[in-house]
């Protein structure tokens, strides 16, 4: 019980963060989510191609380190490589929850449409310098799903152990019902007005990024 009361307190905490502050969170953590990123894309590759639950061998957590630590390395070096990278996770990640959702089990199927969709999403947004916007829509998307996904878990609709071994964060609140849903989007859309209203003129540079990071 007190995992489930530490997890869901983490994750509104959390979501609710990134839902207001999300922009200036991720240009200011950007080789931290770069990590996290390439963990879950290396982890999550591993799962769809060897049709295993997600961090199931050490071979998986491996890979996904390794990612990590490269997507990590080049988002600290290169801020438009940062930002490709979490467009990438995010598209694949959407992909992937949506096909599970549907009923897809891992494997070929799922692994192609996840990589295309993260191609797709991370070239159109460099192609038309959506870079910013990109930032606040995914900042408040996950933050939304990571409030409802806490709420679920604190109401025993969604269960810790299904989120271990699937690694997946977009089907349950997909599952938990039309009502759930529109609470996410909800979130993510007044998340993406605020962001953009508060953070109009703010920039941050490659510069400013080193010197937090030393």
């Known amino acids: 019980?007190?995992?489930i009361i530490l997890f869901s307190v983490l994750a509104i905490v959390i979501g609710a963060a990134f839902i207001l502050?999300?922009?200036?969170?991720f240009l200011v953590l950007l080789p931290v989510i770069g990590f996290f990123a390439g963990?879950?894309?290396g982890a999550s590759a591993m799962q769809w191609t060897l049709n295993e639950n997600f961090l199931a061998t050490l071979f998986s957590i491996i890979v996904g380190i390794v990612l990590g630590l490269?997507?990590?390395?080049a988002s600290y070096m290169i801020y438009i490589a940062g930002v490709a990278i979490v467009a990438f996770a995010f598209g694949a990640m959407i992909a992937a929850g949506i096909m599970t959702f549907i009923g897809f089990e891992a494997g070929a199927v799922v692994s192609l449409v996840a990589l295309a969709a993260g191609?797709?999403?991370a070239v159109f947004t460099i192609q038309k310098n959506l870079q910013k916007f990109?930032?606040?829509g995914i900042m408040s998307i996950?933050?939304?799903?990571?409030?409802v996904l806490g709420i679920l878990v604190l109401l025993g609709q969604v269960s810790l152990e299904v989120l271990r071994t699937k690694g997946d964060m977009i089907g349950p609140v997909l599952a938990a019902g039309t009502l759930w849903v529109i609470i996410w989007l909800g979130l993510a859309i007044a998340g993406l007005v605020y962001q953009i209203r508060t953070s109009r003129d703010f920039e941050f540079s490659m510069d400013d990024l080193k010197e937090q990071w030393g």
């Open 119 to 121: 191609i797709l999403l």
């Open 70 to 73: 490269i997507f990590a390395i």
């Open 1 to 3: 019980m007190l995992q």
């Open 142 to 147: 996950g933050g939304g799903n990571l409030v």
């Open 39 to 41: 963990f879950w894309v």
């Open 21 to 25: 502050y999300g922009y200036r969170i």
């Open 134 to 136: 990109l930032i606040m």
